[in-house]
């Protein structure tokens, strides 16, 4: 691979000559060439390695890729627009640091250049790029407080219903297999491609739940029939696209006692669209009000020490844009997020501010052992409900094996019980015969004898937490998470986050790792271009 050289000697006709004058410090295309750029030379032998060095013609600049895919991250282009960008807009000649006759390249060039990233697991060097120059200039610290938020990444594939994405399943796989020309094809082969490839249902006149069934079963028993002639060709059977049709047909039906079923209750995680098998169906509450299919984004941001002055542009930037799949739990993206940012050397934070999803006994625990607080509210426990006292009620000390009701009895028992659901032990408290003279006993034990209280071996911080949340101090610091949902919605309506222009989770996981690095370079923009009026203003 042979890389163009470096332009040494200054020119009065340069773009930098010509264009200089024109983009104030706070200008993104100059923080952009006067920041970024350095940053991306800086990390150039990670973007080299990417590249064959001995094969292969003339490979463009990576770093010139690498900025070109950040800017189009920053201006929400499409490839084509980010092209004729490089070769007609002023500011991105000069944010990359190019010439007049630098005309650009081919819209693919771009595509092959994210592929690339994909397959080096190179695809976050643009935020690393970018985080590094911010903790060199010390706008980020490598030890802080930070706070976590999720939001949904919609797929960017249209919704199906079940008949749909299953008769999707079975076209895309008639139509790649048909490209093969295969021999020995079934009886049954040209009434499936009618049916499946040049035949629309009109899902109007199948409202009725039985013929929904019947339309779902006949392409049930289509699958195994052509899944049944693919177990006799070994190299088709394993082609991608007849593996979607094994997974689609897996998850959708089942037989029973012989006979071919449609399955009553769809299982989790299943594919909603052969076109982003890892697309996912979500939903955010047990209502279900409120479901995508598509992906989940763990957003985590620096907590500044103090507010800022009014109308002070944000000076805290995104240190991890994690995504996960749409059914991951927000705990399990949590330590993802956290592990992925100590990768690239940040620390755990000393603060993280966070809501309800990301609180619990365990988290609580293992954060006070590393030193470090995990600031937010905690749910109530299902125990209350009610109008009985609440599980907070009670004052317990597990280490010391005894509770005080609220009466201030202490309990005759402390014993450890095996909770095979939740994969851990739990302690079931009692206060036996003295709940029947006890003068509370309609507040407490209810239609019931006795009172029996069930708590997580990390009671003692949950019961900790639980106490701390009414305070004015715990609120007042508890606010400090709420800036994230405006993050968020900067990320979505800034820089399209939403909807991923990409399919699959490893493209989308790429390109939300460019909307954060984009998101920082507008910001620290945004921040300099303030300081620079302050600054002029005090002068006057």
């Not at 690393?128 to 706008?139: F, I, M, S």
């Not at 490839?197 to 049930?220: F, H, N, S, W």
């Not at 619990?360 to 409900?385: D, F, H, T, Y």
């Not at 986050?497 to 493209?507: C, P, S, V």
Request: hydrophobic residues 35%.
């Amino acid at each position: 691979m042979s890389l163009p050289r470096e332009r040494r000697q200054a020119s009065f006709y340069s773009v930098n000559f010509v264009a200089d004058g024109l983009f104030e410090p706070g200008s993104p295309y100059r923080v952009f060439r006067e920041e970024v750029l350095p940053a991306l030379r800086h990390a150039r032998p990670k973007l080299e390695v990417l590249y064959c060095p001995e094969n292969g013609r003339p490979a463009l600049d990576p770093v010139l890729m690498a900025g070109v895919t950040i800017l189009q991250f920053m201006e929400k282009a499409p490839d084509r627009k980010a092209v004729e960008q490089v070769k007609l807009n002023l500011g991105w000649k000069y944010a990359l640091d190019l010439e007049w006759e630098d005309t650009g390249f081919h819209p693919t060039s771009l595509v092959v250049f994210r592929d690339r990233l994909l397959d080096g697991e190179a695809e976050r060097i643009g935020l690393d790029a970018v985080l590094n120059r911010l903790v060199d200039k010390g706008l980020v610290r490598k030890r802080s407080k930070q706070r976590i938020d999720s939001t949904h990444v919609l797929a960017n594939v249209s919704k199906m219903s079940r008949l749909e994405a299953t008769r999707e399943a079975m076209g895309v796989c008639l139509e790649d297999l048909c490209k093969q020309n295969p021999e020995g094809l079934p009886e049954a082969w040209p009434s499936w491609i009618e049916r499946y490839c040049e035949t629309e249902v009109d899902y109007r006149q199948l409202q009725e739940p039985a013929r929904m069934i019947e339309k779902l079963r006949q392409a049930g028993e289509d699958m195994a029939a052509l899944w049944a002639w693919l177990e006799t060709q070994p190299e088709l059977k394993e082609r991608d696209k007849a593996k979607l049709l094994k997974r689609m047909f897996d998850e959708q039906f089942e037989l029973q006692e012989g006979k071919l079923e449609v399955r009553r209750v769809q299982l989790a995680g299943c594919m909603q669209n052969p076109h982003d098998p890892e697309a996912q169906w979500s939903s955010k509450d047990p209502s279900k009000k409120s479901q995508w299919v598509g992906y989940k984004a763990q957003v985590l941001e620096t907590v500044g020490e103090a507010p800022g002055e009014g109308g002070q542009p944000t000076g805290q930037f995104i240190t991890e844009l994690t995504t996960t799949e749409a059914v991951a739990s927000d705990l399990a993206g949590m330590k993802t997020a956290l592990e992925a940012q100590q990768q690239v050397g940040l620390e755990m934070p000393t603060h993280l501010y966070a809501d309800a999803a990301y609180v619990n006994g365990p988290e609580l625990a293992q954060a006070s052992e590393e030193g470090r607080e995990l600031i937010g509210p905690v749910k109530s426990s299902p125990q209350s409900k009610g109008e009985l006292y609440p599980v907070e009620s009670f004052d317990i000390h597990l280490a010391e094996g005894f509770g005080t009701c609220p009466a201030g009895c202490r309990s005759t028992s402390c014993s450890r019980v095996e909770n095979y659901d939740r994969g851990q032990p739990m302690y079931r408290l009692r206060w036996g015969s003295q709940c029947r003279d006890c003068p509370l006993a309609d507040k407490c034990v209810g239609k019931g004898s006795i009172r029996d209280v069930v708590v997580t071996p990390n009671h003692d911080h949950l019961q900790k937490r639980r106490r701390e949340m009414g305070s004015e101090d715990f609120q007042r610091e508890a606010r400090k998470r709420n800036a994230i949902e405006g993050t968020i919605s900067e990320l979505v309506r800034g820089y399209g986050l939403r909807k991923t222009r990409y399919r699959g989770l490893a493209k989308t996981r790429l390109a939300n790792y460019f909307i954060a690095a984009a998101c920082n370079i507008r910001r620290w923009a945004q921040q300099i271009a303030w300081l620079t009026q302050v600054a002029s203003a005090q002068a006057a």
